[in-house]
């Protein structure tokens, strides 16, 4: 199994930047791919960004594109999100995910994910 611990979250202005951290720990080797989910009241959980463990390979939403990178140290065993110019549609709680085992589908789907992280709140205010 893999244990996840997101971190880095608060409540900033908009125009604003955050940097989230997610560790992991455990069985990180079999880790596939790991990503950031956020999910704001109301609303279903959906895909942020994630990144490939092996090939560094990225995929971000269409909503966070050019304003969010997603990173990974390995040798760490820690995933970044780097959330800049965030505007108030951006707070949600956001979730660290993994995948363990290949999987062929959507890296950007929550159902690809077998575990999760509790979640950080990030708050942008205008």
């Known amino acids: 199994q893999v244990q996840l611990v997101e971190s880095g979250g608060g409540s900033v202005q908009a125009g604003g930047s955050l940097r989230l951290s997610c560790a992991a720990s455990?069985?990180?080797?079999?880790?596939?791919?790991m990503g950031w989910f956020r999910q704001a009241p109301g609303k279903e959980r959906e895909g942020v960004a994630a990144?490939?463990?092996?090939?560094?390979?990225?995929r971000y939403a269409d909503s966070v594109k050019g304003r969010f990178t997603i990173s990974q140290d390995n040798a760490k065993n820690t995933l970044y999100l780097q959330m800049n110019m965030l505007k108030p549609e951006d707070t949600a709680v956001y979730f660290c995910?993994?995948?363990?085992?290949?999987?062929?589908?959507?890296?950007?789907?929550?159902?690809?994910?077998?575990?999760w992280g509790q979640g950080t709140q990030v708050t942008v205010s205008s």
């Open positions: 455990g069985n990180t080797y079999s880790t596939y791919f």
């Open positions: 990144i490939y463990t092996s090939s560094g390979t990225t």
């Open positions: 995910a993994a995948r363990a085992g290949f999987y062929a589908g959507s890296c950007l789907d929550r159902y690809a994910y077998n575990y």
